[in-house]
């Protein structure tokens, strides 16, 4: 329990360094730990630790902590890619959606939102290194897709997010991360409200920072390497 609430100190004092080294308030970054396969426990103690808001990449593990954790309430983050039947699971109990790559998911989803629930908070995701394996929608299709997800009326569209093509280099990071942020600036000339960009994660959160981001999305360095 001691190990698990250092390892997440250590985490929010690297986003707190990256903030101020690049001239950011250090609160506009917020620690988003990704608990996928992790046990439920694991995401209590987590929470013991002062942690409330945690990725899942699976619709069936989110279903399956929710429940275990009952009253705690964290705050259920979807990062994974959306599958059609999976929409309701994730309309019922994320307050997030990360990973919005398609008008009818975001349709779906909308659809789905329990009566009476705020907004579903959703990024859409975009595959900013055109890899073939990665999700995501193109670049050029983004805007079209923006315009369409932006009035569901059971949604609220926040922002980007990106996984980037992972590399060593700090300059190629920031470069891919400034793709993001710039073409977000670009919907936000259209008249979208955009205020989140989710992207950086355990190996590139400093660079992430540095090009604005405002969720980093953190698992290896919090809970350890996956077995």
């Not at 942690?51 to 994974?80: C, M, Q, V």
């Not at 989710?198 to 390497?225: H, P, Q, Y």
Request: aromatic share 4%; charged share 30%.
């Amino acid at each position: 329990m001691s190990q698990l609430c250092d390892r997440i100190q250590a985490v929010q004092d690297r986003l707190q360094a990256a903030a101020r080294r690049f001239g950011r308030p250090t609160e506009d970054v917020q620690l988003l730990a990704v608990s996928k396969t992790r046990p439920a426990e694991i995401v209590a103690q987590a929470m013991d630790c002062g942690l409330r808001e945690f990725g899942e990449n699976y619709a069936s593990e989110l279903e399956e902590k929710s429940r275990a954790l009952g009253d705690r309430h964290p705050a259920w983050h979807f990062i994974g890619p959306i599958q059609s039947n999976k929409t309701r699971l994730i309309a019922d109990t994320a307050r997030w959606a990360h990973s919005v790559d398609r008008e009818r998911i975001a349709r779906r989803l909308s659809e789905q939102r329990p009566l009476g629930a705020v907004p579903l908070n959703v990024c859409l995701q975009v595959n900013i290194s055109e890899e073939d394996s990665k999700s995501g929608v193109a670049l050029e299709d983004l805007p079209a897709l923006a315009e369409a997800v932006a009035p569901l009326p059971g949604l609220k569209l926040r922002g980007l997010m990106a996984i980037p093509a992972p590399s060593d280099d700090f300059d190629e990071q920031r470069r891919a991360f400034a793709r993001l942020r710039e073409a977000q600036e670009d919907l936000i000339r259209r008249g979208l409200d955009l205020d989140t960009l989710s992207m950086g994660m355990t190996d590139d959160l400093e660079a992430a920072v540095a090009e604005g981001a405002t969720i980093v999305r953190v698992g290896t360095a919090i809970f350890g390497a996956r077995g």
